[in-house]
């Protein structure tokens, strides 16, 4: 009697044991340095630490990822560009570069539509214009990723994302606030206004909300120039500088933001941050540029990583679309001081990028893998 009792424990053990393994991811949350390949991280790490491997996302290292698009071969580099790039990692295809999630001008459903059609809540978040290649990659389909206007109605009407945060372009081109309100779209122009619409949100956590941030023409101020008010312009700096940070929000603020809006969704969400003036950074070849939007980067990882502390539903990654400017470490100065480097392009490499996650299905990215690995993995992790 006692053997069959125990037997029949073991059966109903094992049952949930399978039921738990099987449980879909609720939440996936994709981290994307944009041209951060490993010497970006490792100048943050020394310039912050004095060390390499001691950003906040590095503990949590799988491995890396091939970025190549589908004619990137043509050319000697070798280099795919953001457009291509993100096409690969939210829908599992290879595209030529400049296209934007689609093929034979047909579109292909992404990893934030497949999510949607889950009930899931969806937002994207990034430093440049919310209509520049690696959101619109989630949320828009065109086959020319400068079709910023066609990409803004893509948001507006097809895709709808709960949350679109970042910049916009000043000439009118691409997402505006007519549209959006047009569209029953809340626009937030400053951290206050993005505040008080969190605020409203959780006290009404029941109504879905549908919010643009238009906080800054072009893209969003430097970290550097936040830190190094008084400092001396770069030569390829705009002298045109955007609003201060007294008045708009940091990726780690604004991603702070979207996870409040979008945690209220019982059925989970799928959220895309980018950190894109990495990218611009390496290709102005202006290392405090890099590093100190590096470490903004992983603050805004900081935030992610604070708020999933006591979740087992969550999926977290962090990785770059591909690396900029073939950049090399040369020699660590130590902390608070910009390591010596050297900068082999003023573009994109073709070379693999790390590969960082926590959370559930972490280890779905153990090693090296192709960018569209990615929307396979999620798929396959999201499903109940």
Same mark, same amino acid.
């Given at each position: &009697?006692?053997?069959?009792?125990?037997?029949?424990?073991?059966?109903?053990?094992?049952?949930?044991?399978?039921?738990?393994?099987?449980?879909?991811?609720?939440?996936?949350?994709? &981290?994307?340095?944009?041209? &951060?390949?490993?010497?970006?991280?490792?100048? @943050?790490?020394?310039?912050?630490?004095?060390?390499?491997?001691?950003?906040?996302?590095?503990?949590?290292?799988? $491995?890396?990822?091939?970025?190549?698009?589908?004619?990137?071969?043509?050319?000697?580099?070798?280099?795919?560009?953001?457009?291509?790039?993100?096409?690969?990692?939210?829908?599992?295809?290879?595209?030529?570069?400049?296209?934007?999630?689609?093929?034979?001008?047909?579109?292909?459903?992404?990893?934030?539509?497949?999510?949607?059609?889950?009930?899931? @809540?969806? $937002?994207?978040?990034?430093?440049?214009?919310?209509?520049?290649?690696?959101?619109?990659?989630?949320?828009?389909?065109?086959?020319?990723?400068?079709?910023?206007?066609?990409?803004?109605?893509?948001?507006?009407? *097809?895709?709808?994302?709960?949350?679109?945060?970042?910049?916009?372009?000043?000439? $009118?081109?691409?997402?505006?606030?007519?549209?959006?309100?047009?569209?029953?779209?809340?626009?937030?122009?400053?951290?206050?206004?993005?505040?008080?619409?969190?605020?409203?949100?959780?006290?009404?956590?029941?109504?879905?909300?549908?919010?643009?941030?238009?906080?800054?023409?072009?893209? &969003?101020?430097?970290?550097?120039?936040?830190?190094?008010?008084?400092?001396?312009?770069?030569?390829?700096?705009?002298?045109?500088?955007?609003?201060?940070?007294?008045?708009?929000?940091?990726?780690?603020?604004?991603?702070?933001?979207?996870?409040?809006?979008?945690?209220?969704?019982?059925?989970?969400?799928?959220?895309?941050?980018?950190?894109?003036?990495?990218?611009?950074?390496?290709?102005?070849?202006?290392?405090?540029?890099?590093?100190?939007?590096?470490?903004?980067?992983?603050?805004?990882?900081?935030?992610?990583?604070?708020?999933?502390?006591?979740?087992?539903?969550?999926?977290?990654?962090?990785?770059?679309?591909?690396?900029?400017?073939?950049?090399?470490?040369?020699?660590?100065?130590?902390?608070?001081?910009?390591?010596?480097?050297?900068?082999?392009?003023?573009?994109?490499?073709?070379?693999?990028?790390?590969?960082?996650?926590?959370? *559930?299905?972490?280890?779905?990215?153990?090693?090296?893998?192709?960018?569209?690995?990615?929307?396979?993995?999620?798929?396959?992790?999201?499903? *109940?």
């Amino acid at each position: &009697m006692l053997r069959k009792t125990c037997l029949l424990i073991l059966v109903v053990v094992l049952v949930l044991l399978g039921q738990t393994s099987w449980a879909g991811v609720k939440n996936v949350i994709v &981290m994307i340095g944009d041209g &951060m390949g490993f010497e970006q991280v490792e100048a @943050a790490s020394l310039y912050a630490y004095g060390r390499e491997g001691r950003l906040s996302f590095e503990k949590y290292y799988r $491995g890396e990822m091939t970025t190549h698009s589908a004619n990137s071969y043509l050319q000697k580099s070798h280099a795919t560009d953001s457009a291509a790039a993100v096409t690969a990692m939210a829908t599992g295809q290879k595209v030529n570069n400049k296209i934007l999630s689609q093929k034979c001008d047909e579109p292909i459903k992404t990893i934030l539509e497949c999510l949607q059609e889950e009930g899931k @809540a969806t $937002g994207l978040v990034t430093t440049v214009p919310v209509t520049h290649a690696t959101p619109a990659g989630y949320g828009a389909h065109t086959g020319n990723r400068n079709n910023y206007e066609e990409i803004a109605d893509d948001y507006l009407n *097809q895709t709808r994302p709960n949350v679109l945060f970042g910049a916009y372009y000043a000439n $009118g081109r691409g997402m505006t606030e007519i549209k959006a309100n047009q569209a029953d779209y809340i626009v937030a122009k400053t951290r206050e206004q993005m505040h008080h619409i969190v605020w409203s949100a959780d006290q009404n956590p029941t109504k879905e909300v549908f919010i643009v941030g238009l906080f800054s023409p072009d893209e &969003m101020p430097w970290e550097y120039d936040h830190y190094n008010p008084h400092r001396i312009l770069f030569p390829e700096e705009n002298k045109n500088d955007p609003p201060g940070y007294n008045a708009v929000p940091h990726l780690s603020e604004m991603t702070a933001a979207a996870l409040s809006l979008l945690e209220n969704d019982p059925d989970g969400f799928f959220l895309m941050v980018e950190g894109g003036k990495i990218d611009w950074a390496c290709h102005d070849n202006i290392i405090e540029h890099c590093v100190f939007n590096t470490l903004e980067f992983d603050k805004a990882f900081q935030v992610v990583l604070n708020w999933a502390e006591d979740r087992d539903d969550t999926l977290i990654l962090v990785t770059a679309d591909h690396e900029c400017g073939g950049l090399t470490v040369v020699k660590n100065r130590g902390k608070g001081f910009m390591p010596a480097v050297f900068w082999g392009s003023t573009d994109h490499t073709g070379a693999n990028v790390p590969v960082y996650a926590t959370g *559930q299905g972490a280890e779905e990215f153990v090693g090296v893998i192709d960018n569209t690995e990615l929307f396979t993995i999620i798929v396959e992790l999201s499903k *109940q």
